[in-house]
């Protein structure tokens, strides 16, 4: 149990330490100062003449978030045909059929917002085609436009008085050349000599100790599932994610995913802080961000630890806590912390089973997904927190009686009432989301989709509501884990959920680039003595107040009818 | 819009060559040095390949180590868990089954010492580990059917268990099928 709670601090523990050397690498790339990876150079101009591209072209935040889009909605509509049509093309050894077009709809979505719903199973839903060159490379992509938008506030930030902030394809290409891909080789290296297979060999068959004939699923995983972590998008190659043994080989592969999942998330927070040159204001957000993160994961650890109530009463000793869905090579402690951080910074991939953790664990990692702030996934995370701190500011204006100002510019009505929408959106759309899917499962029992509203929940009560909460959480957070017992291969859950993610990812994203350029773009005003100190201890826990005030007033009453319900019935 | 549609088309396709085709090419080929040559880690006994290192096997014979349950019937073409949760009545029947048939074909072992792990399903169906404490409670079922000595079979555990990660770090894991192997090679 000690060598448990040893193995999870020490995860923690390596992320941070190289965190801060990853953090200043970053901001010399973005600052455009000379590194070792400037090799990549060459490379980059070839990319950039051949598409017609001029790398130094300044932009604003419109033509930013006009040439994002626009190249998100080429990989969607190249995702969604790849998808469609993967059985004809090549690279399917195990011969998997193209998915049906509301499956191709929700994959693609999915995988270019950032996000890993995956209502499929990795061995029989996708060929090592489109694994590799359609949901592989997104995961790269979308984890860089993420990082783009971020690197957009940052600038925007850092200037006094500007609408020129940097070039959207410079910097989307420069996160991929320079950060992702040499990291995703290193980390793709230390699975491959742990034995995580990386050929292209398909399923294999064999005949067991005992004479059962067996398949097993294969394929190049270890490439994948290293972006899939670093990028912090979190689809699984197999089925069971890294669960499955040959995703997550051993106690050391574990540490080298959680790390490499967390690693960006918590070195763009100290990037920010270098970058803009307010190194106290970054540590201020950090130490909130933290805060937030132990308060979500110790009930998840000691939960999971202390094992079922359920079977406890049949008088079973759980020496090794809460089995059920989870890997012994991991064990309780291992998989309580993963929940949390998967789930905080929308990673989505799991390596043990949400669905069977106890109601507490559960109710930690929902709002770990409506927080969404604590760390958060690649780039996006910071650009939640930065529309809670604008609410905060404008909250400590209105205490104090003065325009609120911030980074030197006067925060007025426009960025306040985008704040305020982008704020509001969430509850919207997971509440909405729910109460829909509630109608349908009680009024239309029995529509012939797929699978039956009726057959959709895989548990009785309470958490049979908290699975479609949870569904539609996940879509909105771009999280991607699920209560999995879910049956969520349908059109209704393909379809809804698909329009969930493409809302709640990029208006988060679209919005906090707008507040930043429109304060970019004002008058500067020096700090004075009547400013609100923004680096301040107490603005920090003015905004985690804020975080905390506005998440119960939205969640409450449904967590009170899911995993809270849960908790007292058992 | 428009002025961005080539070029993000043309950007596009260059990532797809490097991101989705020579970044797992490159990974492909060092994996041939690699354990397993980068196609997975198997486990051969009398010349003959019996399993995956790391993929769970069923053992329905008492005269086994058994894995933990399984709910895709240890076949790794496809994998998960039960998805059930904590207090879903269905699901407590399962595990009470479970409980029952352990006691029946381990005479002997009080409830209170089965380890949760033996009577709880996997999350990926092919969990190839068990506890070291797990292991010890099937002893004494193994060595009467095989007629070996307890302690023995004691000293076979331990010597296939793994420890944590440099002593301090994770949990023991035993490989259930590397020590049914050694089990084998025991006479």
Known sequence: MTTEILGVIATYGITLLLAWPLARYIVKIFRGERTWSDFMAPLERLFFKISGINPHEEMNWKQHMKAMLTINLVWFVYAFFALMFQDKLPLNPDGNPGQSA???????????????????????????????????????????????ALVVVFKAMKEKTTTQLGNFWDIFLKTITRILLPISIVIALIFIFNGMPASFAGKDTLVTMQGDTVNVSRGPVAGFVAIKHL?????????????????????????????????????????????????????????????????????????????NPEIAKMGIHQATGAMEGKEV???????????????????GSVCGWHDSTMPLTGLMQLLGMMLNCFYGGCGVGIL????????????????????????????????????????????????????????VLSHHPDINWAVKPSAWLNNPGYHGFSEMLYEYTSANANNGSGFEGLGDGNIFWNVSTGFVLILGRFLPIIGPVAIAGLMASKKYVPESAGTLRTDSLTFGAMTFAVIVILTALAYFPALALGPIAEYFSL | MKKYLWPSIKLTLLLVIVLGGLYPLFLAAVAKLAPGKGDGVTVTHNGRVVGYENIAQKFTDDK???????????????????????????????????????????????????????????????????SPEAAYVQIPRVARLRGIP??????????????????????????????????????
């Open chain 1, 102 to 148: 509301d499956l191709a709809f929700n994959t693609a979505i999915s995988f270019v917002v950032n996000c890993n719903l995956q209502h499929y199973s990795g061995e029989t839903g996708v060929t090592y085609f489109t694994q590799l060159f359609v949901l592989a490379f997104l995961q790269f992509v979308s984890a860089a436009t993420g990082i783009a």
């Open chain 1, 231 to 307: 990028g912090t998008n979190g689809g699984g190659f197999f089925g069971a994610n890294s669960a499955h043994p040959l995703e997550n080989v051993n106690y050391v592969t574990w540490m080298t995913e959680m790390v490499a999942q967390v690693v960006i998330p918590i070195a763009m927070v100290f990037a920010l802080g270098m970058f803009i040159q307010r190194k106290k204001f970054a540590y201020v957000i950090f130490g909130i961000m933290t805060i937030g993160m132990i308060c979500l994961l110790i009930p998840s650890m000691q939960q999971e630890m202390a094992g």
């Open chain 1, 329 to 347: 090579r991991f064990g309780p402690a291992a998989t309580g912390y993963w929940s949390t951080v998967t789930t905080i910074i929308s990673t």
């Open chain 1, 384 to 439: 939640n927190y930065y529309i809670y701190i604008i609410i905060a500011v404008f909250i400590s204006g209105l205490m104090v009686g003065r325009t609120p100002e911030f980074m030197g510019h006067k925060l007025e009505a426009r960025e306040v009432k985008i704040a305020a929408l982008i704020t509001l959106l969430s509850p919207f759309l997971i509440l909405a989301g729910t109460a829909l899917s509630s109608w």
């Open chain 2, 64 to 130: 086994y180590f058994q894995p933990r349950p399984s709910t895709v019937d240890y076949n790794a073409a496809s994998s998960g868990g039960s998805n059930k949760s904590a207090g879903n009545p269905d699901y407590l029947k399962t595990v009470q089954a479970r409980i029952d048939t352990f006691m029946v074909h381990n005479p002997g072992v009080k409830k209170e010492d089965i380890p949760a792990e033996l009577v709880t399903a996997s999350a990926s169906g092919l969990d190839p580990h068990l």
């Open chain 2, 150 to 187: 307890a302690d023995r079979l004691k000293q076979l555990v331990d010597a296939n268990t793994k420890p944590p990660v440099l002593g301090v770090l994770g949990v023991a894991t035993v490989n259930v099928l590397k020590l049914n192997i050694a089990l084998d090679d025991l006479k």
